[in-house]
Each structure stands twice: as structure tokens, then as C-alpha cells.
């Protein structure tokens, strides 16, 4: 194995992934026997409530590297590939790198050299869990970083992705005798914990993000509980959680950057509520559960300003106060009658 490509990640991370590379060369990549074998698999690095993976290269078995090892430089690896800026970076100049590898919503990652040792940690503020792709596709974009000769790229990148698959093993030295493979299509698909917000990324490289969320995980946002109905972030208003009087179903809710919208209410949403006197319906509620608003005794008006209803719940609003109105956009109000009927409502 060339020299440059032990060592070209050097420039990028300095020792922590310097360190990877020089137990990837100690393997003997040439003398073992290569098989073709398309092999993906799953991994998880967890960052979430603030863990920080502490890190040095004395006193370092590489044969038996410990998570910490692994985990540092698999994350190493994924600033490098998914951020630019990672590889310029130079730990002779700087001590600390900071890979923002999502914006919207804001995930990143923190790298601190001192010396020898490094610890790694998820920047500050960042959410969710995200996915990243690591395969010899992949790591040629960095052909530059990694010191790779163009005229290898493929043999280059794919021993690389060996060493990765070695330390992911445990024991090296048991895997390439009980093995005895240098996989030509490995593909490692690694799963980052930044924190239990239920937002995910599906990274690719040189492109935003993908952005879905985790179904059936609830939210709160102003007084309002919320759970999430689908991968697109769609909300549901499931309990009312405040004391306000008067009560806003919103368009949208913004989380964790993203702009969610409300398109369903739940059924027995305030059902017996003793204080709200006003309920205005966002534009974006497409149905209105059963006894959603019902027995509310002091709910003298409900307002619906969205024009996208296709369902509304039986009883979902009930007579229960003197005077109470229901107020709805011209344009549905013929439709929304029939609605109302369907589902036993008189007004």
C-alpha cells in the first residue's frame, strides 16, 4: 500500500484518522486473497445527551480496536466525505473542527484535537438522527484528501473500505483467517444519534438531505400536544395541554427548523373542556375527529379557516354553550354542511 494513502487523511483529520489508515496498512491488504462480494451493513454511532467519544493513539491495539476507535473514525470519515470544509482542514493550524453535515434541520459534528488525543462529540444544537452511506463510490470523491493515484481509485478506495470492515469485526486477526476476503463492494450504512427529537437525514454527498420523521412520536408545541402521522412530518393535534381560553390550531408547527404542517385533529381532542371559549382551525386540518370539540360548556365559537376538509367526526362539536357558532370559508360552505349532517351535527 502506497504511502499517500496511509497517510492523506492526515491533512483532513490529523491523528484520528491518520491513525485509521496506518492500521488499515498494517493488515497486508495485497497478501490476502480477494473474493467479489456485494455486502451492505448497518451500524450506529450514538452522540445523543452529549456523549463524547475520548480518543488517543498511545497505547492503541489495532488489532483489537475498542468502539471509541472505531466509532471516532468512522465519524472522521463521514466529515470527510460529506463535508468540504473537512478537508482542508489542518490540525497543525487548528485544534478544532466543526462539520456541519445538515442545516435544516441542524445536525453536526465536533472534532478537538491536543496533542495525541482527540474527542469527538455532536455539535451543539444539533437534532435528530441522521443516515450516512460509507462505500468505495464514496470515498473516491475524496481521491484528493485520501492521497489515492487516480489510476487506482477502485483497488484504493476498496482497500479502505476493507480496513473499515476489518475494525468493525473486533478481532482482526479472526476475521481475515476465518474470512480470508477483501470485500470488493462493501457498503457501510451508518446511523448517527445526535438526540431523541424525532427528526431523521438521509445524507447523500454533494446534495441536501432527505429529510423524514419518526412516525407515531409525539411533540409539544404551545400548549398543544402533537403526534406525527407520517414520514412527510404531517401533525396531528391529539390533546390540548394549556389553560388558554382561546385556542389556535395552527397551519403548521416549526420544529427543529422544519415547518410541519397540522392536518388532522384527534378525536376527544378537548372533549369536556371547562375553559376554552374560542377555537380557530388552521388551513392545512383536513379532518376533525370524533367528539373532538364536544361538551365544551363555555365554547361559544369555533372557526374553521381551512378550505381542505374531507371528514369530520360524529359530535365533533356539540351545542354545549348558549349562542355557539361555527363559523367556515363561503366557498366550502355547502360542502361543510354536508359534512355536518353526515356526522349528526345541527346548527
Known amino acids: 500500500?502506497?504511502?499517500?494513502?496511509?497517510?492523506?487523511?492526515?491533512?483532513?483529520?490529523?491523528?484520528?484518522?491518520?491513525?485509521?489508515?496506518?492500521?488499515?496498512?498494517?493488515?497486508?491488504?495485497?497478501?490476502?486473497?480477494?473474493?467479489?462480494?456485494?455486502?451492505?451493513?448497518?451500524?450506529?454511532?450514538?452522540?445523543?445527551?452529549?456523549?463524547?467519544?475520548?480518543?488517543?493513539?498511545?497505547?492503541?491495539?489495532?488489532?483489537?480496536?475498542?468502539?471509541?476507535?472505531?466509532?471516532?473514525?468512522?465519524?472522521?470519515?463521514?466529515?470527510?466525505?460529506?463535508?468540504?470544509?473537512?478537508?482542508?482542514?489542518?490540525?497543525?493550524?487548528?485544534?478544532?473542527?466543526?462539520?456541519?453535515?445538515?442545516?435544516?434541520?441542524?445536525?453536526?459534528?465536533?472534532?478537538?484535537?491536543?496533542?495525541?488525543?482527540?474527542?469527538?462529540?455532536?455539535?451543539?444544537?444539533?437534532?435528530?438522527?441522521?443516515?450516512?452511506?460509507?462505500?468505495?463510490?464514496?470515498?473516491?470523491?475524496?481521491?484528493?484528501?485520501?492521497?489515492?493515484?487516480?489510476?487506482?481509485?477502485d483497488e484504493e478506495a476498496m482497500e479502505f473500505m476493507t480496513a473499515l470492515d476489518a475494525m468493525y469485526s473486533g478481532d482482526v486477526n479472526a476475521y481475515f483467517q476465518n474470512n480470508g476476503i477483501e470485500p470488493k463492494d462493501i457498503e457501510y450504512v451508518v446511523e448517527v444519534k445526535y438526540s431523541d427529537i424525532p427528526v431523521k437525514t438521509d445524507n447523500k454527498v454533494n446534495s441536501n438531505p432527505t429529510v423524514t420523521y419518526e412516525v407515531g412520536s409525539e411533540i409539544e408545541d404551545n400548549g398543544i400536544k402533537y403526534r406525527i402521522l407520517d414520514a412527510a412530518g404531517n401533525l396531528s393535534a391529539i390533546s390540548l395541554t394549556s389553560n388558554a381560553k382561546n385556542v389556535t390550531i395552527p397551519d403548521s408547527v416549526n420544529y427543529s427548523g422544519v415547518s410541519l404542517n397540522v392536518t388532522d385533529i384527534a378525536q376527544n381532542f378537548m372533549k369536556g373542556n371547562k375553559k376554552v371559549k374560542k377555537v380557530t382551525i388552521g388551513s392545512n386540518v383536513t379532518s376533525i375527529g370524533t367528539k373532538a370539540f364536544y361538551q365544551c360548556k363555555k365554547l361559544k365559537k369555533a372557526t374553521i379557516k381551512s378550505t381542505k376538509l374531507t371528514t369530520i367526526g360524529k359530535k365533533a362539536f356539540g351545542k354545549d354553550a348558549k349562542s355557539f357558532t361555527l363559523k367556515m370559508p363561503k366557498s366550502c360552505k355547502k360542502a361543510y354542511k354536508k359534512l355536518l349532517k353526515k356526522a349528526k351535527i345541527k346548527f
Request: aromatic content about 8%; hydrophobic content about 40%.
Open 1 to 153: 500500500m502506497k504511502k499517500s494513502f496511509k497517510t492523506g487523511v492526515c491533512k483532513a483529520l490529523t491523528t484520528v484518522a491518520c491513525a485509521a489508515l496506518m492500521f488499515a496498512g498494517a493488515l497486508g491488504f495485497n497478501s490476502v486473497t480477494a473474493k467479489a462480494a456485494a455486502t451492505t451493513k448497518n451500524s450506529s454511532v450514538d452522540l445523543r445527551n452529549g456523549r463524547v467519544i475520548n480518543y488517543s493513539m498511545q497505547g492503541v491495539d489495532v488489532y483489537k480496536p475498542t468502539k471509541d476507535y472505531v466509532d471516532s473514525y468512522v465519524l472522521a470519515m463521514i466529515m470527510v466525505c460529506y463535508d468540504p470544509n473537512a478537508r482542508s482542514f489542518d490540525g497543525a493550524i487548528s485544534t478544532q473542527l466543526t462539520s456541519v453535515l445538515s442545516k435544516n434541520p441542524y445536525q453536526g459534528i465536533v472534532l478537538t484535537m491536543n496533542g495525541t488525543t482527540a474527542n469527538i462529540r455532536a455539535a451543539e444544537g444539533s437534532v435528530g438522527t441522521a443516515k450516512y452511506v460509507l462505500n468505495k463510490d464514496v470515498v473516491k470523491q475524496c481521491a484528493d484528501v485520501f492521497g489515492f493515484d487516480k489510476d487506482n481509485l
